[in-house]
Structure formats: C-alpha cells, structure tokens
C-alpha cells in the first residue's frame, strides 16, 4: 500500500517562503513521476508542479519562476519550494503519485495522495 507522508506548509506573509516535502513509503518500485496538487476553497484541484524519475519537470503558469519542484532520496521524496508567495497562493497542498505517466496541466493525476497540507499567504 503506498503512502505519501507530507511535511511543510504553514503560515507566511506576502513575498515570503516556503517549503513542502512529500516522502512516499510502502511502494516495491520508485515512484514514476510526483508532484503537488492544490484546491482553494470554492476553486477546483490543479496541478502545482511535478517532476518524473527521470527530472523532466511541469509547471502551472501561475508559478513558474517562483516554485521549484526537485525530487531525492532515490526518487521517493518530493520538495516544493515556494518562494515570492501570494495571497492567491493560499490552498491546501496535496502531494500526487503516478507510476505510468508524466503529471501535467490539465492531465489525470496519479492515484496515490497524501492527506493534504495547508499554505495560508496573507497580504
């Protein structure tokens, strides 16, 4: 049974930083391709970012240039940081796992989750 355990999250002004950690256990193979989900109150999920075994990254337009998604520890961890926050970046952040595909924008996630961390940015 494959778990994601998250770590990270929290509280930060606008302009300030943070960092989310998914590391994932129970799995008899790597992780093909992680990544980070997130859903503001009212909105629906969408893809932060995410990264393959092989460090082909994807990236929301929202984010790129302020978020870098990296993947260690042989493949089953998963970083996020998260630099120049927004307001509008506030969401709780869902670490994803797929083992047969890329996680991009738009595409089906993966089918293994993690439970959720929240990010609040106030202005």
């Known amino acids: 049974q494959v778990q994601l355990v998250e770590s990270g999250g929290g509280s930060v002004q606008a302009g300030g930083s943070l960092r989310l950690s998914c590391t994932a256990s129970g799995s008899m193979f790597t992780i093909y391709a992680m990544g980070w989900y997130r859903q503001a109150p009212g909105k629906q999920r969408e893809l932060v970012a995410s990264?393959?075994?092989?460090?082909?990254?994807n990236y929301a337009r929202s984010v790129k240039g302020r978020f870098t998604v990296s993947r260690e520890d042989m493949g089953n961890t998963v970083n996020l940081q998260m630099n120049n926050l927004m307001p509008e970046d506030t969401a709780v952040y869902y670490c994803?796992?797929?083992?047969?595909?890329?996680?991009?924008?738009?595409?089906?996630?993966?089918?293994?989750w993690g439970p959720g961390t929240q990010v609040t940015v106030s202005s």
């Open positions: 994803n796992g797929a083992i047969d595909r890329q996680l991009k924008v738009g595409g089906t996630p993966g089918p293994y």
């Open positions: 990264m393959t075994f092989h460090n082909t990254s």
